[in-house]
């Protein structure tokens, strides 16, 4: 958001601001929906209680809202309290995210063959088990591209350690280095879960499981109380990990919201910051946003997860462009983060996400959202425009440098020919 407006203009920045803003703060919903989903499956009453409604198809159970949004209200409270108790929350979280991972990975290891691994793409039948579905291919290729839609969904996180900085006076000179370490991570973590998951059974067998479908490829391999354990296992990693992130956009789309209202991108009201660091207001706006939810039920994840993922991908396009006018409008300027390959690794990644970006809303591509995830994108893009024009006054008084230095800072001393 801040480069985007360095670079361009403030139309151009909350327009940056609010897809990231839209993308973060969307996890929020759909974390509050796959976590009764979950709970579920170990709790099977959850879901016995009367179905008041249905969306999509998905019934919604009124036990169901309610566990919802009093954990919607727990993450908030944690998250109220300031960056300690979330982070303290936070680190146990991981810990049981990455133990199960590692147990779950080894018994599928132990219980599967390498044979179930091959083939690598089935070209025989390659709408099988997506005749229906947006995702359409019949290549290799076609089946990685048709990966990106949710990819920037599922790597998403990395943003929330320069957002989070502010308040945990952390290194800025190190925050390059970490993000890039983070994402690195992220695709290792990802890569092994699917390469040791893909032992346990052929990949026919595998999309034909019932949800949730890790937990029950063990009730499989181990038919025994190996295999109830390792089922509880699996489930007890799957809500760690929809906790861990649940906790951390909480906190960070509070933080760029706040943000973008101290930029004068948005009303004022969301820009008060408690003496903790906190964004109180801007925390109760995501909490209400998460506790809506519940209300939606899990026939609206992949929505969600295809909103998502093209509000971060215009959100990343737009800082890369950003980076690549910056470098070329201000060459001297001091810059204490060096890029592997300069201003032409800057404009490939420019590039390449205008293109995946531009190819989520076209339906002859492999990158198509769907309908119902781009009906989404233009509602949100257009509240947030409306946003910006009803906080226009804010912005009549000061200059682009004395707007650029609220975005950064309180006290509004930053020279953008830094940048």
């Known amino acids: 958001m801040t480069f985007s407006y360095a670079a361009f203009s403030s139309p151009i920045a909350a327009l940056t601001g609010w897809a990231a803003f839209g ?43 309610i566990i919802g949004v009093i954990l919607s209200f727990s993450l908030y409270l944690i998250n109220i309290h300031g960056l300690k108790a979330a982070a303290t929350f936070q680190r146990y979280l991981v810990i049981l995210l990455v133990l199960t991972s590692l147990i779950g990975a080894a018994a599928a290891l132990i219980g599967g063959k390498a044979d179930n691994l091959f083939p690598l ?5 390659p709408f099988e088990f997506h005749s229906s579905q947006t995702f359409r291919h019949a290549s290799v290729w076609g089946g990685i591209f048709a990966v990106f ?9 990395f943003e929330t350690i320069p957002q989070g900085i502010e308040s945990a006076g952390g290194n800025v000179k190190k925050v390059g280095k970490t993000v890039v370490l983070s994402v690195a991570c992220a695709c290792l973590f990802y890569a092994l879960l699917l390469i040791c998951f893909g032992f346990g059974l052929p990949w026919k067998e595998f999309a034909a499981l019932q949800r949730p479908a890790t937990a029950n490829l063990f009730l499989i391999l181990y038919p025994s109380r190996w295999g109830t354990f390792l089922y509880w296992i699996i ?17 960070a789309s509070a933080n760029l919201l706040m943000g973008m209202s101290r930029g004068r991108l ?29 209300f939606l039920g899990t026939n609206f994840i992949d929505a969600i997860t295809c909103f998502s993922a093209s509000a971060f991908v215009l959100s990343w396009s737009m800082t890369a462009w950003s980076l690549v006018r ?72 000061k200059t682009k440098s004395e707007l650029l230095s609220e975005l950064l800072s309180e006290s509004g001393d930053v020279d953008s020919a830094k940048f």
């Open 149 to 157: 839609v949710s990819a920037p969904f599922f790597l998403a996180g």
């Open 23 to 65: 993308a973060s703060v969307s996890l929020l919903p759909w974390e509050a929906i796959q976590i009764t989903d979950i709970l579920g499956y170990l709790i099977p009453r959850i879901k016995q209680s009367a179905v008041l409604y249905t969306v999509l198809g998905s019934e919604i159970h009124l036990s169901t809202i």
């Open 266 to 294: 948005l009303p004022k009201v969301l820009q008060k910051q408690a003496k903790n660091g906190v964004a109180p207001h801007a925390l109760t706006a995501c909490l209400l946003l998460s506790c809506a939810g519940p």
């Open 326 to 397: 910056l470098r070329l409008s201000h060459p001297d300027a001091p810059r204490p983060y060096r890029i592997p390959g300069g201003i032409l690794m800057a404009l490939f990644a420019a590039v390449t996400s205008s293109v995946v970006l531009l190819g989520m809303f076209l339906p002859f591509t492999p990158f198509y959202v769907g309908k119902t995830a781009t009906l989404m994108f233009l509602l949100w893009m257009s509240f947030g425009i409306l946003l910006f024009a009803m906080s226009s006054d804010r912005r009549k008084s």
């Open 121 to 125: 793409y089935d070209k025989a039948a």
């Open 235 to 251: 489930i007890s990693g799957a809500i760690a990990g929809l906790m861990t992130s649940w906790n951390g956009f909480f906190s």
